[in-house]
């Protein structure tokens, strides 16, 4: 389970956060999620999310560069491991931007709070991809487009790396056609960005992250435990 106060994993049957000290008498019993219904009868809107992620990244665009510059910097130097924890700290940012409150640099690294579910999330999802990719490639970009709220219900719901993505399959299911189809956008977006002399991606890969953020703000919504905390 994690603190809601400031997101540390801690063992199921402790009382108080090592970290912050905070009660846990009140969280969600056993994995620590939080308790969500998955919402019916929802569609993607991929021009609008993405278009509000753009206007986020827009308004700081110096702090989304060097962070997407640092997390392409350590992926290279320690690949796959530290995947998942940086991507959560990307969110983590895009998060507190959403609710207008302002984001810094070190907010980065919040996402190796979460260390063990996002890179447990990042193989398996990875993993899945590959797989449904050896059919056809269609199945995997479907199987991408399942899985792309994974790391936001981890920090936001405070779930683990199964929840969280059985959590975001319970979204997508409601139009995969539509988020397929938002995950496409965003994946042409980032072609267009390597195209750029490599460079663009500093821009489009935080503006991904954002578009992801604005939509599940959107459809979900953010546990106020979670947001006051971060």
Known sequence: MFCHQCGTQVPSDVQFCPN????????????GAAVWTPPVGI????????????R???????IYVGLALVTVVLNSIVPFIIQGPLTAGLFIVCIKRTLNRPAEFPD????????IPTLVASLVVGLFVCVGTLFCII????????????????VDKRMDFWPAMEASRAVVKNDYFGFTMFLLALIGINVLGLLCCVVGLLVTIP????AITVAYKEIVGF????????
């Open 139 to 154: 199945p995997g970009l479907v199987v991408a487009a399942m899985y792309k709220f994974t790391y936001l219900f981890i």
């Open 43 to 54: 569609h993607s809107q991929t021009g609008r999310w993405t278009g509000e992620g753009w």
């Open 223 to 230: 546990d106020p435990r979670v947001a006051e905390s971060l």
């Open 56 to 62: 986020m990244v827009k308004a700081d665009i110096g």
């Open 108 to 115: 980065l690294f919040k996402g190796f709070n979460y260390f």
């Open 20 to 31: 912050c000290g905070q009660s846990l008498a009140a969280a969600p019993a056993a994995s």
């Open 207 to 210: 503006l991904s992250v954002a």
